[in-house]
């Protein structure tokens, strides 16, 4: 029975709410399956540019000489069954199921900090309407993101898909959490 209900809660989880940052635009309105797992990645592109991917808390958000400065606490994302997998690890002695569709590690105490491009993209899920609707992947400027997140008060456990190019941040998403 327990598993049932993972397995069903997993779905609707992704059926109506899971977006993937690091997808190009949704077509309709259907999210996408969300990935298994999301641990931070580095590659290079064909331009020999350096790109890291990771999902990550932001714990400071400032203006320093003209510059949106931002400070990042990584995470790792795992659904589905990695995601209960996850959780046994970390919580070996626990005897319930785990009975979220998704489940955030955050073990490590180290915060990085980076310059936000002035050509960065920002994308978020929870701005709200006046009615409180929910405009999905919504691109914003600069100044509504530092709003956004001001007004959720930092440091807040809202977890962003970041995008770092060459030590620069380039792109930043809200993940949507039920």
């Not at 997808?23 to 290079?44: D, M, N």
């Not at 958000?61 to 997998?85: P, R, T």
């Not at 993101?145 to 456990?157: A, N, R």
């Amino acid at each position: 029975m327990r598993k049932t209900y993972l397995l069903l809660s997993s779905l609707l989880f992704c059926a109506l709410f899971v977006t993937d940052a690091h997808a190009g635009p949704l077509q309709g309105t259907a999210a996408p399956v969300p990935p298994q797992v999301i641990v931070p990645t580095s590659s290079k592109d064909k331009h020999g540019n350096t790109i890291e991917k990771s999902m990550a808390y932001v714990k400071t958000l400032q203006v320093k000489n003209g510059k949106l400065i931002v400070s990042l606490d990584y995470i790792q994302w795992f659904f589905g069954e990695a995601g209960v997998k996850a959780y046994r690890q970390d919580h070996p002695l626990e005897k319930e199921d785990y009975p979220m569709p998704y489940y955030i590690r955050n073990n490590s105490p180290k915060i990085r900090t980076f310059e936000v491009s002035p050509k960065a993209s920002f994308t978020l899920q929870t701005n709200s309407t006046k009615d409180d609707n929910f405009n999905w992947n919504e691109s914003v400027n600069t100044d509504t993101f530092k709003k956004f997140v001001l007004s959720k008060g930092i440091p807040y456990q809202l977890p962003f898909h970041i995008e770092v190019t060459n030590g620069v941040i380039t792109k930043i998403t809200e993940q949507y959490i039920p």
